[in-house]
């Protein structure tokens, strides 16, 4: 079976500094957010923050109204993985692992990263769980270099996530990024998914998240046709960062 082939959307290096403009408005709310986010506080406190945040730099929230979804963030709270709707009523609670994804439009190009926070003091298994999402994520970037494949980014992912004894969620992978979302390549966070395995280019421009699960891979979605799980009930931790591919190897674009 032929797979699909693909055209990366290449950016120029002035298009890219576009890019790290509204990657660094991501970086900023997300770094806010990690110092604001206590037990205690609601995630719908988490999404004003955010909101307010972002509009202030004059920018407008990328995920508020995107295919329906009603929020500015997204937050999820131990086995849920991603797409975790804010609420009023969903409080977070001492030794809570809260992933948040968040994203911006700023002068019509798209930034978007995430990060898992540890409110208060967490067990060791979710504090490791999350340490080793991001050095998942570490190793994925230094692997995003011209000539390489997708595949290498996806290996990096996988193996450093199954020597550690997690599981990588399949069900929801990175990809391209610039005036859209979602652009090519798709990003799987393991290797074999039949995908397309492009080679990387100069001015392709990557967003880069491992969601990973304490448990077992498999997922399911709540009621509220958002929220993503662990089938399981395991914990899960998602760690993300927009960059670019340069002649020099990666350029983090989504710090501050």
């Known amino acids: 079976m032929h797979r699909r082939s693909v055209r990366p959307h290449l950016k120029s290096p002035q298009q890219i500094e576009l890019l790290r403009a509204a990657d660094r408005v991501v970086a900023e709310v997300l770094q806010r957010l990690s110092k604001e986010a206590q037990p205690g506080m609601s995630t719908a406190d988490l999404d004003r923050i955010a909101e307010a945040l972002c509009r202030e730099r004059g920018a407008v929230p990328a995920f508020k109204g995107y295919h329906g979804y009603p929020a500015s963030l997204c937050t999820s709270i ?61 190793r994925a970037i230094e692997q995003a270099r ?86 399981d009930g395991s914990l899960a931790a998602h760690w993300e960062h927009s960059l670019a591919v340069t002649a020099d190897g990666p350029d983090v674009l989504s710090v501050c």
Do not use: C, K
């Open 78 to 138: 131990n086995e849920e993985i991603v797409h975790g709707i804010p609420s009023e009523t969903r409080r977070l609670q001492e030794g809570d692992l809260l992933s948040v994804d968040f994203g911006v439009v700023l002068d019509g190009w798209v930034g978007d990263a995430a990060v898992t926070i540890e409110i208060g003091e967490v067990s060791a298994e979710a504090h490791r769980l999350s340490e080793v999402t991001r050095g998942s994520l570490a």
């Open 146 to 231: 011209p000539g390489n494949r997708v595949s290498d980014i996806s290996r990096a992912v996988q193996q450093y996530v199954e020597a550690a004894g997690f599981s990588v969620i399949r069900d929801f992978v990175g990809h391209g990024i610039g005036r859209e979302m979602h652009e090519d390549p798709q990003i799987p966070n393991f290797v074999g998914s039949g995908g397309p395995d492009m080679r990387l280019e100069v001015g392709v421009v990557l967003a880069i998240e491992p969601m990973v699960a304490a448990g077992n891979p498999e997922t399911r979605v709540l009621d509220d046709r958002w929220t993503a799980v662990t089938a």
